[in-house]
């Protein structure tokens, strides 16, 4: 496919993309990766492309302000072969037909160097403001580029920039283990040798379009992968004049390789080729036109640029990612100190909260005819559950269907976990209330469990194992059977009696029951929002539901009776006890010890 060449007016206003096989792209000033943003007499949108096989076809947009030069012409509509160009405002395209190609048969070169990093830190620039004035754009190039194909683009661009004897410049990567080639490939002069590593051009351009194919020499790129450093091979020297024949090195007299450090680009390397021009004066060349240690130095500072940019926006990128499950001050831990530690798993005290969505499965029926809209709505609910753990510094430890579990205490110990939890919760529940469509059931339990990164050798995550969670999980399914939002064990409850004042949150005991499958009776109490929220439920009415269940408990069922009826009947918790005492004629069973027996879970 050929590929279109803008040029503007400075070295550095380039590009080279290919040209989708007819689809129409637009060209502009502000085109997406279509734009020349450096030339301001080209429109916002100012031609349409179309390549059909046999030319590009080129159509001026309505409602451009300036014209379109084709063979020295103002034209409307014209079709382009390769090898020729247009001209709008100060910016040429060219439409080049050439292809790149790795080769495994260069010949060998006449002189071979490889740079070393302190090496290349003795050689000067004898013209660094240009170098410098190139590399300070490098950090825009990185942040520009929408993904990698885009970065290949404006890098090669910059590199031809900051290169003016450099005829031809590349991305590549060699795939595998290059630096183990020497051990696992046959021995130097061995024609299937360099045929053992796969080398890729990410993305390439030369300067001349009608110049021949480009087919950079795998070897080259193999032996500075290997080495991880710079390494330069010459095939003819400048003594020969430019009106010689053409090498057979595709053309180029040199080419040097220059691998880009760290993992975040395993295999990268930035490949540079070109001639000697004895007629060029370059500032950037020395006195010696074969001395090329200047341009490798600042393709190695490239190079290790673009490796430090790229590691940042890859922990950026995990660190957006890492956010989605761990509050801001967990974030800054992990931060500044050995994630392995951190997230160890070990035993601690933690709070842990279940959250459920109630009526999902009646809302599933409804809206059956549009799954994908019920799936927006129930990612939209998981995420008010999960933007209120991490706003009160929780984990999101995992998600089971319409269900989210949060928990708090690790990986930073917090002495008020249970505030916390209790304040995320009281939210959550809100949240939903003020929001038609969904309720939620949350349980909510303390003790000692495991958190950390658990799991197997194929999978892991963060999470928290232990009874402390599957009490929770309990709690959270037993309200529905008492009809109370969010459900306390006993732990959690005293802490919020002794450490929560009443402005934040309040407490009342519900009932003793004996969970489903468990042989422990268990004491449970409800999370209530405080008064200023919740106006219709007064203190008063708490007390006076305690009173009520303290005589149950004693066996005093219809003093029991008497304190329920003074609760408002909008308080649907109430009628746990009220429909537990009718069901057994108001009088406890002779050997009923105040346990409730739930029948499910």
């Given amino acids: ?63 451009t302000r300036n014209p379109v030069f084709f063979s020295g012409r103002e034209e409307a509509r014209f079709t382009l072969r390769p090898g020729e160009h247009f001209v709008i405002g100060q910016t040429t395209f060219t439409l080049a037909d050439q292809r790149v190609s790795i080769t495994a048969d260069a010949p060998e070169p006449v002189q071979q160097q490889s740079f070393s990093a302190q090496y290349l830190k003795q050689v000067q620039f004898r013209n660094p403001d240009h170098r410098i004035e190139v590399l300070s754009r490098l950090p825009e190039v990185i942040s520009g580029a929408a993904g990698d194909v885009e970065l290949f683009v404006r890098l090669v661009s910059m590199l031809l920039a900051g290169i003016p004897r450099a005829d031809a410049a590349a991305v590549v990567a060699v795939d595998g283990d290059a630096k183990s080639a020497d051990q696992a490939d046959p021995p130097p002069g061995d024609p299937d040798r360099q045929r053992r590593r796969p080398v890729r051009v990410l993305h390439w351009d030369q300067r001349l379009a009608i110049a021949g194919d480009f087919q950079p020499s795998q070897g080259l790129i193999v032996e500075a992968i290997r080495q991880q450093q710079s390494v330069l091979h010459v095939w003819r020297g400048a003594e020969t004049g430019p009106s010689q024949s053409f090498t057979e090195s595709e053309n180029f007299d040199w080419a040097f390789c220059t691998p880009v450090p760290g993992k975040s680009q395993p295999g990268w390397g930035l490949y540079m080729a070109g001639r000697f021009h004895a007629e060029r004066s370059d500032t950037s060349a020395s006195s010696d036109p074969t001395d090329l240690r200047e341009d490798v130095k600042f393709t ?104 989210a579990m949060g928990f708090w205490g690790w990986p930073l110990k917090q ?55 599957n009490l929770a999980s309990r709690l959270e399914g037993m309200t529905k059977a008492l009809r ?91 009628d746990f006890l009220t429909v537990y005492i009718a069901q057994h004629n108001r009088t406890p069973p002779p050997d009923w010890d105040g346990v409730i027996l739930l029948e499910s879970k």
């Fill in 300 to 403: 190695e500072l490239v190079a290790a640029m673009l490796s430090s940019l790229r590691q940042m926006r890859l922990l950026e990128r995990q660190h957006a990612s890492l956010s989605q499950f761990f509050s801001p001050v967990v974030l800054e831990t992990l931060a500044v100190e050995d994630p392995d530690v951190v997230l160890a798993p070990r035993e601690t005290e933690v709070s842990v909260m279940f959250c459920d969505l109630r009526g999902f499965s009646r809302e599933t029926e409804r809206h059956a005819g549009d799954l994908l809209g019920l799936l927006q709505r129930v990612s939209n609910a998981l995420g008010v559950m999960t933007h209120h753990i991490r706003c009160q510094g929780g984990v999101v430890g995992d998600f089971q269907g319409d269900a």
């Fill in 1 to 63: 496919m050929p590929d279109l060449i803008a040029q503007g007016v400075e070295p550095q206003q380039r590009w080279r993309r290919s040209l989708p096989q007819e689809q129409p792209v637009l060209l502009g000033r502000v085109a997406g990766v279509w734009a020349a943003p450096w030339d301001q007499h080209i429109s916002r949108q100012h031609v349409r492309l179309q390549w059909t096989g046999g030319g590009l076809q080129v159509t001026r947009l309505p409602r």
């Fill in 415 to 469: 002495e008020d976990c249970v505030l916390r939890t209790c304040r995320a919760a009281l939210a959550v529940r809100a949240e939903f209330e003020a929001t038609a469509g969904f309720h939620a059931g949350i349980g909510v339990a303390t003790g000692k469990a495991v958190a950390g990164k658990i799991g197997t050798v194929d999978q892991v995550k963060v999470t928290v194992f232990g009874p402390v969670v």
């Fill in 484 to 574: 109370a939002p969010i459900l306390l064990d006993e732990a959690t409850a005293e802490a919020v009696q002794r450490r929560i004042p009443a402005e934040v949150a309040r407490v009342r005991r519900l009932a003793v029951v004996k969970p489903y499958g468990l042989d422990t009776p268990l004491a449970v109490s409800e999370l209530v929002p405080p008064v200023s929220q919740c106006p219709e439920l007064t203190d008063e009415h708490l007390a006076c539901y305690e009173s009520a269940l303290d005589a149950f408990l004693a066996r005093r069922w219809s003093e029991a009776l008497e304190l329920l009826h003074r609760i408002p009947t909008e308080d649907q918790v109430k």
